[in-house]
C-alpha cells in the first residue's frame, strides 16, 4: 500500500529544510551553515520553484523545480527541469519521491508546462516507470598523451565571458537551434547556470580572416579539463573538427590527462574521443502535453545537450 503524501510547493522555512537535508551529499566542503547559505543565495537555485513532500508535519521528500525554454522544430515549449531530488533516509521504500514528482507534474502543467526533462544518477528504469523517456547521453573523453602539445594553440584566442556574451549566445542558438530539439537560454537563465562555473575559461576558433568559427567553454575537471559549453558558425564536420583539436591541442599543453565531457555520438566525435554512454547524468523527458509530439529524430538531438544546461 502506497503512503498518502502531502505535496505542496516549500514555504521559505521548508526551503531552508530541504537546502539541509541535502546536504549530506551536496556540501562540497562546506559547513552546514554555508551549504544553505549557499544554496539560498546561489542564482541557479534562487531561479527553482521548491517542492515539498510531507507527512506527520515533517518534510520526508523535496525537489527543484527549475524553468527551461525547450526549441522543438522551432517552436517555444516552456517546461522545467527536476533537480536535487532528495528522500530522507527514515521515509525511504514508501513511493515518496514518485509521488512528489507526480504532484510537481501535475501543478506545474495546469500552469502551463508542457514537457519536464531531468538527468537520472541512478537506474533509468526508475523514472522510465514514472513516463520518462531515455534519451541519448553520450560522454567523449581523450587521454591526452598522444596529443601534440600547444601551450597558445594560434587557432584559439581566449575571452572574458562578459566581453562576448552577445556573440557567443547567438552563436550557440544558431548552431544548437537548428537541431530538432535544444534549450533556448535566456539571458538570465544563461546568467544563472553559468554563475555555477566561475573558474572557466572561454576560446573563440578563429578563421584565417579573424572572424569567430566557434567557441569553446571549459570547465576544470580532477583529471583535466571538460568541454561544458561549444558551438559552431556552421554545422560542418570541418568547423567541428577544427574546434575539438584546437581544444585538444591546447589541453594537452596543459599537462593534464585528459580532455572531453558530454560530447555527442557522431563520426567526428568518435574520431578524436572515446565516446560512451554516460553512466549518470543520464537525459531523461516527460511530455504533459498531450498534443505535443516527440518523435525519435526529437530524442535524438537531445544527445547535443551540453553539460552546462544541466541543473
Known sequence: MTNTLDVHPASPDEVVVAHRNVYDIWSKGRTLEEHIQ?????????????????????????????????????????????????????YRGKGYAAQLIEGVEQHLAQRGMRLSILYSDITAEYYAAMGYRLCPASAGWRYLSTITKSKTDKSLAEFQEADD???????????????????????????AMSSKFPEDHFFWLKAEDGSNRGYARLTPDPHGWRILDYACADQTDETLSALYNAVLSLTAGWDVDRCGGWLPNNSITNELFEVTDRKSEITMIKLLDPTLVIDDEIIAAADRFCEMDHV
Not at 44 to 61: D, E, M
Not at 170 to 188: K, L, W
Request: aromatic fraction near 16%; hydrophobic fraction near 35%.
Open 38 to 90: 549557499y544554496r539560498l543565495n546561489a542564482d541557479q537555485h534562487r531561479r527553482a520553484t521548491w517542492f515539498v513532500g510531507c507527512t506527520g508535519g515533517h518534510v520526508a521528500t523535496s525537489l527543484g523545480s527549475y524553468p527551461v525554454e525547450f526549441q522543438v522544430r522551432g517552436e517555444s515549449i516552456p517546461g522545467f527541469a527536476i533537480g536535487s531530488v532528495y528522500t530522507c533516509a527514515e
Open 165 to 191: 556574451f552577445a556573440a557567443m549566445s547567438a552563436m550557440y542558438h544558431d548552431y544548437h537551434g537548428a537541431t530538432p530539439f535544444s534549450i533556448r537560454r535566456s539571458d538570465d537563465y544563461w546568467r
